[in-house]
T-cell receptor, first 115, second 111 residues
């Protein structure tokens, strides 16, 4: 069983469209994250949710809106897609965001290409 | 601003040699440190975590932490071609703070 799963794996779309990426974890973790990895492979956190509550919201355009219907799911909706949004988006989860020894487990990633 | 720095590489070592990967961080309050391995087109996978000064060994991997120098390293003994990947250093501050990743070092182990 996949611990952290994301759909879709690949997403190709036109500029200006709205799209969503879904993430689910079956590890029983309380905290989930969205990361963006650009073409230079820099992995940067976008959002973090702990038990459905937003705890980290880095400087991300408000075209990006995370939604957590329950603690096992964290979806990412992107409005008005731009060329610069092209990247690989990783979902991750960890047991408890406030524990020192907390470690993250990553999903397989969603490669988004905006044309 | 918290920063994590790594040499981007590529770092090339012959098979069987020791690969040494280095990472420095700017936030003195950082508490936990992680090394991830990322194969091309794949997601990062955790190799080691370390929280106290000194060395921590796990199989062929040894993580070294020196908080005074704000330095963490990863040694890979008996390097194998299958170790060829990008190695990401991640640092976390106090409880509840986010993980900050370095840009990664690309390691190439030559047969």
């Amino acid at each position: 069983d996949t611990a952290v799963s994301q759909t879709p794996k690949y997403l190709v779309t036109q500029m200006g469209n709205d799209k969503s990426i879904k993430c689910e974890q079956n590890l029983g973790h309380d905290t989930m994250y969205w990361y963006k990895q650009d073409s230079k492979k820099f992995l940067k956190i976008m959002f973090s949710y702990n038990n459905k509550e937003l705890i980290i919201n880095e400087t991300v355009p408000n075209r990006f809106s995370p939604k957590s219907p329950d603690k096992a799911h964290l979806n990412l909706h992107i409005n008005s897609l731009e060329l610069g949004d092209s990247a690989v988006y990783f979902c991750a989860s960890s047991r408890a965001g406030t524990v020192l020894t907390d470690t993250q487990y990553f999903g397989p990633g969603t490669r988004l290409t905006v044309l | 601003q918290k920063e994590v720095e790594q040499n981007s590489g590529p770092l090339s070592v012959p098979e069987g040699a020791i690969a040494s990967l280095n990472c420095t961080y700017s936030d003195r309050g950082s508490q936990s440190f992680f090394w991830y391995r990322q194969y091309s087109g794949k997601s990062p996978e955790l190799i080691m975590s370390i929280y106290s000064n000194g060395d921590k060994e796990d199989g062929r991997f040894t993580a070294q932490l020196n908080k005074a120098s704000q330095y963490v390293s990863l040694l890979i003994r008996d390097s194998q071609p299958s170790d060829s990947a990008t190695y990401l250093c991640a640092v976390r501050g106090n409880y509840g703070q986010n993980f900050v990743f370095g840009p990664g070092t690309r390691l190439s182990v030559l047969p």
